[in-house]
């Protein structure tokens, strides 16, 4: 039933809490609900999650959230998912019971796994068919991790006793019943081919994985079967999939090839749409499905990621002590007119895309007798933003594009001098939108499009409404001063090994 009222529902199952948002139809939140679950960590470097936590979590916020805005399902139009990506889950098909913990997308227990493929000749392979690189955080090596270690579970699954999901996967599940994924979810798992679109028989080989585990690939805004009456009392149409970084760039209606957003949480995830066609890079960055919009539809991303963004400013906090919270950086950052020539690169655990240097370390430099902690705190948020412009550069040299603007999203993103210098920083204008939650919203478009609640990406368009805009205000002669010296710093931190 349509109605005038109705509502999307996006469940947004994030890597350390589920969410539920309510969408009208100008894609404003009326009413959300969020909950925290536990992390496991069973050896250092190893995560892991319940998937019974995960699904009682997701399922308990979703009630929540029409409760708080006393919605009911029968107002409920349509539900998409998002949610964290890579994050591996293998499950009885007769019982729906996981056979194991969760292996999330952090967890390197795979890392001699990927030593010993690439010592088998099997990355270039890899790398052009999936548009990945040979590295545990894909869900590939973490299957050949658990069909390596749970006696019996190979030839089970020969038997099609067993599925694979990721996460996306096993909601749909345990919603419909149904093993369903999207393909932005599935080019995340290093067994997907990007360019044929189909579960690749070659990779599958190589590493052993019996293609009966592996569920059934849909567009990202597709019918992906209706809830158990049980459920919310009626049965409601699932018709939107996207793995989080996908959906954000589709919430911030980045619909243009060369449009680009970044997510500034923990770490920073940039992506940018490339169009029609993938763009495999030289220079470390990802090549992945943006988004299927069903026949003819398919939309293709570049993506990087900085590992340490906001984290370094939780570092300023928990282990430096310098800030009481986040947004003391801001203050601090301010009540000095520059970083007095202090660069800070936040390479704690090596440094990503386009350097990918696993030994590179933390380092300042540039320290006088006069540099105090507001230096360094700006030189901290300065790091955030210099480490997004050599993304966002690289980007640009990989498509020979001029990338016109910058779209943001994510905690640091309410950092409104850290936006600023991203701004001056790229000499590109950022934009930050008045709905923040633009991974749910992104969820919430995927379904909505399908069931014709919206009609069209302009549609879609017209709701992108900015809440700020940040303008260049710096000189082309400092920006290049700056970045050079920045430079000089990354070579630091990679020469101290
Ligand atoms: P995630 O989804 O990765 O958990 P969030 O989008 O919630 O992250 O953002 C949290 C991150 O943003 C933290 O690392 C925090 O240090 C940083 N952060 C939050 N507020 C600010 C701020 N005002 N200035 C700078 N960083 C901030």
Redesign the pocket.
């Known amino acids: 039933m349509k109605t005038q009222e109705g509502y999307v529902l996006a469940l947004d199952q994030?890597?350390?809490?589920s969410r539920a948002i309510l969408f009208n139809r100008a894609g404003m939140v009326i009413g959300m609900a969020q909950e925290g679950f536990k992390q496991i960590y069973p050896r250092p470097g190893w995560v892991e999650h319940d998937p019974e936590t995960i699904w009682e979590c997701q399922f308990a916020v979703a009630q929540r959230a029409m409760e708080a805005a006393q919605v009911t399902s029968a107002q409920i139009d349509s539900i998409g998912i998002t949610n964290q990506r890579e994050t591996t889950i293998l499950w009885e098909r007769d019982t729906g019971k996981p056979v194991h913990n969760a292996i999330v997308w952090q967890c390197r227990r795979s890392f001699d796994i990927c030593e010993e493929l690439r010592a088998m000749g099997l990355e270039p392979m890899i790398r052009e068919k999936t548009g990945l690189r040979l590295d545990p955080y894909f869900s590939g090596t973490k299957l050949v991790w658990l069909f390596r270690e749970i006696p019996g579970l190979k030839e089970r699954a020969e038997r099609g006793e067993i599925l694979f999901g990721t996460v996306d996967s096993w909601l749909i599940y345990r919603l419909t019943g149904l093993h369903l994924t999207d393909a932005t979810n599935a080019s995340r798992t290093l067994l997907y081919n990007i360019h044929s679109r189909a579960w690749d028989s070659e990779i599958l080989k190589a590493l052993g994985i019996p293609p009966a585990i592996l569920p059934r690939v849909m567009a990202s805004s597709d019918d992906f079967g209706m809830t158990r009456r049980e459920l919310f009392g009626r049965e409601i149409p699932i018709r939107g999939c996207a793995g989080d970084q996908q959906a954000a760039l589709f919430g911030h209606t980045c619909f243009e090839p060369g449009s680009v957003k970044n997510?500034?949480?923990?770490?920073c995830f940039t992506l940018m749409n490339t169009g029609p066609a993938p763009v495999l890079s030289e220079q470390g960055l990802l090549s992945t499905i943006a988004w299927d919009l069903g026949p003819g539809g398919v939309t293709y991303a570049m993506e990087g990621s900085v590992f340490i963004?906001?984290?370094?400013?939780?570092w300023l906090?928990d282990e430096l002590g310098m800030i009481r919270?986040?947004?003391d950086?801001?203050t601090l950052a301010r009540s000095i007119p520059d970083s007095g020539e202090v660069y800070l690169v936040p390479a704690f655990v090596g440094l990503g895309a386009p350097y990918w240097d696993p030994e590179a370390r933390g380092t300042i430099v540039g320290i006088t007798r006069g540099t105090t902690a507001a230096h360094i705190a700006r030189a901290a948020?300065e790091s955030?933003a210099y480490q997004s412009y050599d993304l966002i550069a690289a980007m640009e040299a990989e498509c020979r594009c001029d990338i016109p603007s910058l779209k943001a999203?994510?905690?640091?993103?309410?950092?409104s001098?850290?936006m600023q210098f991203q701004a001056d920083i790229l000499g590109k204008p950022v934009f930050i939108p008045e709905v923040n939650e633009v991974t749910a919203l992104g969820a919430a478009y995927l379904a909505g499009l399908k069931s014709g609640y919206w009609s069209g990406l302009d549609d879609l368009a017209l709701n992108w409404r900015k809440k700020r805009e940040f303008s260049s205000e710096m000189t082309e002669e400092r920006r290049n001063r700056l970045l050079g010296r920045w430079h000089l710093a990354v070579e630091a931190a990679r020469s101290f090994k």
Do not use: C, P
């Not at 997510?263 to 770490?267: A, H, I």
């Not at 963004?309 to 939780?314: C, E, F, S």
């Not at 999203?409 to 950092?415: E, H, K, M, T, V």
């Open positions: 994030g890597t350390t809490s997510t500034y949480g923990t770490g963004g906001g984290a370094v400013i939780q906090r919270e986040a947004a950086a801001e948020l955030i999203d994510g905690g640091a993103s309410a950092n001098f850290l």
